[in-house]
C-alpha cells in the first residue's frame, strides 16, 4: 500500500500561482500512474490531471489545459502540480491519487488505488 501526503495548498489572489507537491512512500515508485483531483464544497470530486510513467503521457481536464503542468521526480518519489493563472473555480480540496498497475484509464476517481488526505486551495477574486 503505497501512503500519499499532499502540500503546497493555501491562499492565493486569482491570476496567481501554487505549486502542489505529494510525497510518496510505502511502496517502490516505479510506473504506476498518479493523477491529481479536486473537490469543491457542494460538487463531487472532479479530475484534474495524471501523468503515466509507462508513456510518459500526460492528460489534463478542459478546465486547467494551458494553466496546470503535472510533473514527476522519480528520485524524490513526488509528484507536482504546478498552477498558474489560478481563477476563485479552481477553490477545492486537491487529492492526489496512485493507481496500483496502469489501467489505461487516468480520468475517473475509481481508476485509483490510493488517494491522499486533500490540500485545501483558496483563490480570491
Known amino acids: 500500500q503505497v501512503q500519499l501526503v499532499e502540500s503546497g495548498g493555501g491562499l492565493v489572489q486569482a491570476g496567481g500561482s501554487l505549486r502542489l507537491s505529494c510525497a510518496t512512500s510505502?511502496?517502490?515508485?516505479?510506473?504506476?500512474?498518479m493523477g491529481w483531483f479536486r473537490q469543491a464544497p457542494g460538487k463531487e470530486r472532479e479530475f484534474v490531471s495524471a501523468i503515466s510513467w509507462s508513456n510518459g503521457r500526460t492528460y489534463y481536464a478542459d478546465s486547467v489545459k494551458g494553466r496546470f503542468t503535472i510533473s514527476r521526480a522519480s528520485a524524490e518519489n513526488t509528484v507536482y502540480l504546478q498552477m498558474n493563472s489560478l481563477k476563485p473555480e479552481d477553490t477545492a480540496v486537491y487529492y492526489c491519487?496512485?493507481?496500483?498497475?496502469?489501467?489505461?484509464?487516468?480520468?475517473?476517481?475509481?481508476?485509483?488505488?490510493?488517494w491522499g488526505q486533500g490540500t485545501q486551495v483558496t483563490v480570491s477574486s
Open positions: 491519487a496512485a493507481q496500483r498497475v496502469d489501467s489505461g484509464s487516468y480520468y475517473y476517481t475509481y481508476d485509483y488505488d490510493s
Open positions: 510505502g511502496r517502490t515508485f516505479s510506473t504506476y500512474p
